[in-house]
């Protein structure tokens, strides 16, 4: 099959299109499908740079966001449905397996994330069943190829924290996949939504995807949450930057606000202003990913709110490198898709 793998760590040119990778053997209690879009993520250049201490078979396919027809008919699907993958990988049996909390699992992997799964840069992925999830008729593939990865952490971290009519919720990074899927959900929910930008460029995006007020990078984002909330500060923060944003997040927030963690792509080494966390009696909870269940509920929200996500751009499998070259400039504004087949 047509595959883009990579054979070891480094920058986007260990990305390498090949014709004649080995297809996926066929496995127990699991389902090959064939790939259609495979959306793009921060996960998978993590996965692609490698962390230092943590071995995973090489070489890898990533890829988590994947979206596809079932290949031959097994598990009760048939050949030809059309599915998204649940993207976290568990035991299936464990006491958080069983209460559908696959996140908590002790096994708990990311399918083309930094894991032994491939994931979906390739004409066909193997998956567990467990973890195909059917896509609603109303619902184009372009859309499914977006959703279990970004839209579903902030869909996990908005319900997660309350967010709903009334409560104003501050989210970096508008172009960002998390970004645009806070901004979107947030919206949806009917709360308030302050975002931030790094251009004027992006600063057009935000409003078309519907964010409340709009604050440059270059600002003091605390001060202008405080002005904007007319000093009492903001209900939830979500927190995808990490070192560069903490102390601001904490900053913004109000007394007994909520702050929420799914990633840290500034960095791994914040300073915390403990004063003010513990004075003010912040809530803080990390999240990995989301739970199937969480993912079903997305889907049909989506499906009901008629959300919309913004794709940046559609390219060739084989231009994978250059999908992870535009994504590490910071260059797209929404959701950059792989055409897999
Ligand atoms: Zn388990």
């Known amino acids: 099959m047509r595959a883009v793998p990579f054979f070891e760590h480094g920058p986007a040119s260990v990305l390498q299109y090949k014709e004649d990778f080995p297809d996926p053997v066929r496995a127990r209690n699991s389902v090959i499908i064939d790939v259609k879009y495979c959306g793009v993520n921060h996960?998978?250049?993590?996965?692609?740079?490698?962390?230092?201490?943590?071995?995973?078979?090489?070489?890898?396919?990533?890829?988590?966001?994947?979206?596809?027809?079932?290949?031959?008919?097994?598990?009760?699907?048939?050949?030809?449905?059309?599915?998204?993958?649940?993207?976290?990988f568990s035991c299936g049996r464990c006491a958080h397996c069983r209460a559908g909390?696959?996140?908590?699992?002790?096994?708990?992997?990311?399918?083309?994330?930094?894991?032994?799964?491939?994931g979906g840069y390739a004409e066909q992925a193997i998956v567990p069943a467990q973890n195909i999830v059917r896509i609603p008729g109303s619902i184009k593939d372009e859309v499914a190829a977006t959703l279990a990865v970004s839209y579903l952490v902030a869909w996990n971290m908005l319900k997660t924290n309350g967010a709903a009519k009334g409560k104003t919720v501050l989210v970096y990074g508008?172009?960002?996949?998390?970004?645009?899927?806070?901004?979107?959900?947030?919206?949806?929910?009917?709360?308030?939504?302050?975002?931030?930008?790094?251009?004027?460029?992006?600063?057009?995006?935000?409003?078309?995807?519907?964010?409340?007020?709009?604050?440059?990078?270059?600002?003091?984002?605390?001060?202008?949450?405080?002005?904007?909330?007319?000093?009492?500060?903001?209900?939830?923060?979500?927190?995808?930057?990490?070192?560069?944003?903490?102390?601001?997040?904490?900053?913004?927030?109000?007394?007994g606000g909520r702050m929420a963690v799914c990633g840290m792509t500034s960095g791994n080494d914040a300073t915390v202003p403990v004063r003010s966390f513990y004075t003010k009696q912040i809530a803080m909870t990390g999240a990995l990913l989301g739970t199937k269940r969480q993912l079903q509920g997305l889907i049909r929200f989506v499906a009901k709110k008629k959300i919309r996500p913004v794709?940046?751009?559609?390219?060739?499998?084989?231009?994978?490198?250059?999908?992870?070259?535009?994504?590490e400039a910071g260059k797209h504004m929404g959701k950059m898709l792989l055409k897999c087949s």
């Open 101 to 118: 909390s696959q996140n908590l699992c002790s096994q708990f992997a990311i399918i083309g994330g930094m894991s032994d799964h491939d």
């Open 174 to 255: 508008a172009s960002s996949g998390v970004g645009m899927a806070t901004i979107q959900i947030a919206k949806a929910l009917g709360a308030t939504v302050i975002t931030t930008v790094s251009s004027g460029e992006k600063r057009v995006f935000a409003e078309k995807v519907g964010a409340d007020h709009i604050v440059d990078r270059s600002e003091n984002i605390a001060e202008r949450a405080r002005e904007i909330t007319s000093g009492t500060g903001v209900d939830i923060v979500i927190d995808h930057v990490g070192a560069a944003t903490w102390q601001a997040s904490i900053t913004s927030l109000k007394q």
């Open 43 to 88: 996960l998978d250049i993590w996965a692609r740079q490698g962390i230092a201490g943590r071995n995973i078979r090489l070489p890898h396919i990533c890829g988590c966001d994947i979206v596809g027809t079932v290949s031959r008919k097994s598990h009760g699907l048939r050949a030809g449905d059309r599915v998204v993958v649940y993207p976290g």
């Open 311 to 327: 794709i940046d751009s559609v390219l060739p499998l084989k231009e994978a490198s250059l999908a992870h070259e535009r994504m």
